[in-house]
């Protein structure tokens, strides 16, 4: 003993020692789904995931904890509601979803405790071309055929058979990580509901001159046969000769080799130098442009040069987009395959030659044969230059299929964007729409500010049809306007875009445009919360028709979270074999589990292995069980405004321990406190019960800061050290002697009631204070604890009031946490038979209360007793 009083002052790190082997205890008691758990047997002696998380979820969900009109009728008084970024029905949660997920339950569930009218609104996207590719798949691989072999309505019912069938396991997934959402209130965007509201906004916004059909350049992937937006096209900078995977080619196709070629000038000797990455597109040149001021080209206005493949006279132009200190100063003007070209097309009234079909064939070629022997042929002898040494223009890729994006022009239906775009980047300006985040507004605003038409046409046959006809009236005498008997008339074939019925998501759940009792109560919403990533696929779009359907935006604020990366900061990514599906995190995977998933991804074969060889490398043992508590936990804790998320997964299991630990602090509680404890509502506390209530509501407040400020890592950080540091390494140590002590006398006795009433109230405010974020582990171990007012207290945690500072006592300016936990130290060492010194330590610890503003009077002994009963001398 004298030996650990030597050692007791130094600062050397005591060997941590060996960590248990983690067990596994199953909830084997029968319980039919719906009905309450069991909380009458004994807790298990170690914290096991599966035996917490099961049974409560069916519980909630019946109990109809998640509605909001649990408990009240609803009303237009505090009202929180948000919808759910609606996942595609073809997916599968991964760990950006459990992101998002944790963020929005933990902010649902910490609204719903403070008493709110509170709906978090699930939703499934159609994801429009996802499910077509997915089922087009599927028909191929079953049955041998393609949608064309069944038609358009016998393919349609395809999908709905494969929706019906497989299209709620993401729902499965979002109750197996706790998320609180109405499931009664679920919809899904093709529903009959939200297709006619669809059809509303597209017929209106088309009335009013939004909605207009043009035939322009657009963004054509081959892969998909249909047109995509801006915004769903990745731009691939070229440092020089690339060679790219091409969808449906079995060789990877060159791009970005500059070549050079000349165009003669119709009569004369001269010739025109003109430079192109892609050189079949010359077939397509209608002109060649060349800066106003440029002095070398003066002489050529009025000229034209002549085409070498055919009998065509292409007009030299003047044009200042041109930039004539790069290359020859000279630029090949094809309007139909370049959007670029396309303005010069329209601002010179110039020839539009469409030389691509929409499966990428060109003039009967495919695009990467002419860029290979073709030019052997008959484009080689053109070509004199390759391959400048400088960067090359970017590569336009299809984001889904990464197909290359080729621009075609085509008729298709557009959204004007200018006037909606200026009212959505407005009511940011103005503070009634804040972005949080505000590091996001410049992108917000440069994005809107300079926005452009939206091609809403899809060439699928998934999804909403566009609501429009096409009549077609074989008779001169008919005059533009004339109201005539209909002849023939078909639908067009078209659908919408996807994000499209996204956009008016947050209305068209509430039946809109049908003046509902939901549509007045919870729109428009209170917040949105999702991923930096879609914030113009979705988040703009929200705002932009919100306003200009309802006249008021979907929502009051935005918080846009970070991506998640994987612990060595990188992207997400099956072929690095680094995305982890949440679930294995809750439950466990083993090594050889990890690599079987990779069996069944449409990887390439060496791409299997270096996603094999990722996989021993970050998880050489699997990944234990970590239990949804823990990975909700680790997620919040991770989330820093503006930074992306390096989540270690091996982490997690860090905040399984920590679960472990509060199992232990309430077990050891429950027997301190006995069979027969009665809360009371006030007690005369010690000094250090005083503390710990100062800690308890130091920790309230700042966890109610976090949440109103989004700060997921200041209450997680709150949370923990009140648990873990302060309750369990210094108040319980503390009061140990208290119960040990408690038969000795009256006064002992008394010490130990009020110890067990503080105890008492550490723990059930600690609870509700971490079940916002552990809704599993805080309700078993709430419903084993004893109520202040069982008549009135509410059945469930989730719907138990969120701890005010009030109720705990204000922060008591007094003894600091890390004096205390010094002075507890102490005791340790004090209460050893043979020590001494109680009396310098207790002087000391006088000295750092005066100093600290807590001035006591009185013998030692008063002092020493009023802050912690000891036998020492």
Same mark, same amino acid.
């Not at 997964?649 to 429950?670: S, T």
């Given at each position: 003993m004298e030996e650990k009083k030597k050692k007791l002052p130094t600062t050397e790190k005591k060997p941590k020692p060996e960590k248990k082997e983690i067990g596994v205890v199953a909830y084997n008691t029968p319980t039919p789904a719906g009905e309450k758990k069991d909380v009458v047997s004994p807790l298990p002696d170690a914290y096991s995931p599966q035996y917490v998380e099961a049974a409560w979820y069916p519980w909630w969900e019946k109990q109809g904890f998640f509605k909001p009109e649990y408990g009240m009728r609803l009303t237009l008084a505090t009202v929180f509601m948000m919808c759910i970024p609606p996942p595609n029905v073809t997916g599968s949660l991964h760990l950006g979803h459990a992101l998002t997920n944790a963020i929005q339950d933990s902010l649902t569930r910490w609204h719903r405790m403070r008493g709110e009218t509170t709906l978090w609104n699930p939703g499934c996207d159609h994801a429009g071309i996802a499910t077509q590719v997915v089922v087009e798949k599927k028909l191929k691989r079953e049955r041998g055929m393609t949608r064309h072999d069944l038609g358009r309505e016998g393919f349609i019912e395809e999908v709905w058979k494969w929706k019906n069938e497989k299209g709620d396991r993401i729902y499965h997934q979002l109750k197996k990580l706790g998320s609180s959402l109405d499931w009664d209130r679920a919809c899904f965007t093709m529903d009959t509901k939200l297709s006619y509201a669809v059809q509303e906004a597209f017929i209106r916004m088309h009335e009013e001159g939004v909605i207009y059909r043009s035939k322009r350049l657009v963004n054509w992937s081959c892969t998909l046969n249909s047109a995509i937006s801006d915004i769903e096209v990745d731009k691939k900078e070229l440092t020089g000769r690339t060679l790219l995977p091409v969808p449906g080619y079995k060789d990877k196709v060159e791009f970005g080799v500059m070549a050079c070629f000349a165009y003669k000038v119709d009569g004369s000797d001269e010739e025109v130098v003109v430079a192109t990455t892609r050189l079949e597109t010359m077939l397509g040149d209608s002109a060649v442009a060349v800066h106003p001021q440029d002095p070398r080209y003066q002489h050529l206005r009025g000229k034209s040069v002549l085409h070498p493949f055919?009998?065509?006279?292409?007009?030299?132009?003047?044009?200042?987009?041109?930039?004539?200190?790069?290359?020859?100063?000279?630029?090949?003007?094809?309007?139909?395959?370049?959007?670029?070209?396309?303005?010069?097309?329209?601002?010179?009234?110039?020839?539009?030659?469409?030389?691509?079909?929409?499966?990428?064939?060109?003039?009967?070629?495919?695009?990467?044969?002419?860029?290979?022997?073709?030019?052997?042929?008959?484009?080689?002898?053109?070509?004199?230059?390759?391959?400048?040494?400088?960067?090359?223009?970017?590569?336009?890729?299809?984001?889904?299929?990464?197909?290359?994006?080729?621009?075609?022009?085509?008729?298709?239906?557009?959204?004007?964007?200018?006037?909606?775009?200026?009212?959505?980047?407005?009511?940011?300006?103005?503070?009634?729409?804040?972005?949080?985040?505000?590091?996001?507004?410049?992108?917000?605003?440069?994005?809107?500010?300079?926005?452009?038409?939206?091609?809403?046409?899809?060439?699928?046959?998934?999804?909403?049809?566009?609501?429009?006809?096409?009549?077609?009236?074989?008779?001169?005498?008919?005059?533009?306007?004339?109201?005539?008997?209909?002849?023939?008339?078909?639908?067009?074939?078209?659908?919408?875009?996807?994000?499209?019925?996204?956009?008016?998501?947050?209305?068209?759940?509430?039946?809109?445009?049908?003046?509902?009792?939901?549509?007045?109560?919870?729109?428009?919403? %209170?917040?949105?919360?999702?991923?930096?990533?879609?914030?113009?696929?979705?988040?703009?779009?929200?705002?932009?028709?919100?306003?200009?359907?309802?006249?008021?935006?979907?929502?009051?604020?935005?918080?846009l979270h970070a991506v998640v990366r994987d612990a060595h900061g990188r992207k997400m990514s099956k072929s690095l074999g680094n995305v982890i599906d949440p679930l294995d995190v809750i439950t466990g995977i083993s090594l050889e589990g990890l690599h079987d998933q990779l069996k069944d991804s449409n990887l390439d074969p060496l791409e299997v292995e270096k996603a094999?060889?990722?996989?021993?490398?970050?998880?050489?043992?699997?990944?234990?069980?970590?239990?949804?508590?823990?990975?909700?936990?680790?997620?919040?804790?991770?989330?820093?405004?503006?930074?992306?998320?390096?989540?270690?997964?091996?982490?997690?299991?860090?905040?399984?321990?920590?679960?472990?630990?509060?199992?232990?602090?309430?077990?050891?509680?429950?027997?301190?406190?006995?069979?027969?404890?009665?809360?009371?509502?006030?007690?005369?506390?010690?000094?250090?019960?005083?503390?710990?209530?100062?800690?308890?509501?130091?920790?309230?407040?700042?966890? %109610?800061?976090?949440?109103?400020?989004?700060?997921?890592?200041?209450?997680?950080?709150?949370?923990?050290?009140?648990?873990?540091?302060?309750?369990?390494?210094?108040y319980l140590e503390s009061v140990k002697p208290v119960f040990s002590d408690a038969e000795a006398d009256g006064a002992a006795q008394r010490r130990a009631l009020v110890c067990r009433q503080t105890l008492y109230t550490c723990l059930e405010v600690g609870l509700r204070l971490l079940a916002p974020i552990m809704p599993f582990v805080t309700e078993e171990l709430f419903q084993r604890l004893p109520r202040r007012l069982p008549r009135d207290s509410p059945a469930s945690i989730s719907v138990t009031p969120y701890p005010e500072t009030d109720e705990v006592g204000r922060e008591w300016r007094g003894t600091g946490w890390l004096e205390v936990r010094f002075l507890c130290l102490l005791l340790c060492w004090i209460k050893t038979p043979g020590s001494s010194g109680a009396s310098q330590i207790g002087e000391t610890y006088c000295l750092l209360l005066s100093c600290d503003g807590l001035v006591f009077a009185g013998p030692l002994s008063v002092l020493w007793s009023t802050l912690l009963p000891c036998q020492s001398g």
């Open positions: 055919c009998d065509r006279k292409m007009p030299v132009v003047f044009d200042d987009f041109v930039d004539m200190n790069f290359g020859t100063g000279a630029v090949k003007i094809t309007p139909a395959h370049d959007h670029n070209d396309y303005e010069v097309g329209e601002r010179h009234k110039l020839d539009f030659l469409n030389i691509l079909d929409e499966n990428g064939l060109l003039i009967n070629l495919n695009r990467d044969s002419v860029e290979a022997e073709p030019l052997e042929l008959f484009l080689h002898p053109l070509v004199f230059c390759v391959t400048p040494p400088y960067p090359m223009p970017v590569c336009p890729l299809d984001s889904r299929s990464k197909d290359i994006v080729e621009p075609l022009l085509k008729p298709q239906w557009y959204v004007s964007c200018a006037e909606m775009g200026k009212d959505a980047a407005d009511a940011v300006r103005n503070g009634q729409l804040k972005i949080i985040p505000d590091h996001h507004l410049k992108t917000w605003f440069n994005w809107l500010d300079n926005i452009r038409d939206w091609c809403i046409s899809r060439q699928l046959w998934w999804g909403h049809r566009i609501p429009a006809y096409f009549v077609t009236v074989d008779d001169p005498s008919v005059k533009p306007g004339q109201v005539i008997p209909l002849l023939s008339a078909y639908l067009e074939s078209d659908v919408l875009d996807t994000w499209f019925s996204s956009g008016i998501f947050p209305f068209s759940i509430f039946g809109w445009p049908n003046a509902t009792q939901d549509l007045n109560v919870f729109y428009p919403g %209170t917040l949105l919360e999702t991923g930096h990533d879609i914030l113009f696929f979705w988040v703009a779009r929200m705002v932009m028709m919100g306003l200009k359907l309802t006249g008021k935006l979907p929502f009051k604020e935005v918080y094999k060889n990722g996989q021993k490398y970050d998880y050489p043992s699997g990944i234990p069980e970590c239990g949804t508590d823990a990975l909700r936990f680790a997620l919040c804790a991770y989330t820093s405004q503006g930074r992306d998320i390096n989540l270690d997964v091996n982490r997690i299991l860090g905040y399984r321990h920590f679960c472990n630990k509060l199992w232990n602090a309430v077990k050891f509680a429950m027997k301190t406190l006995g069979d027969n404890f009665v809360p009371w509502e006030k007690a005369q506390e010690s000094a250090v019960d005083r503390w710990i209530l100062s800690r308890l509501a130091a920790a309230v407040g700042s966890c %109610t800061a976090g949440f109103q400020a989004y700060d997921f890592p200041g209450i997680t950080t709150a949370i923990y050290s009140f648990w873990l540091y302060e309750l369990c390494d210094v």
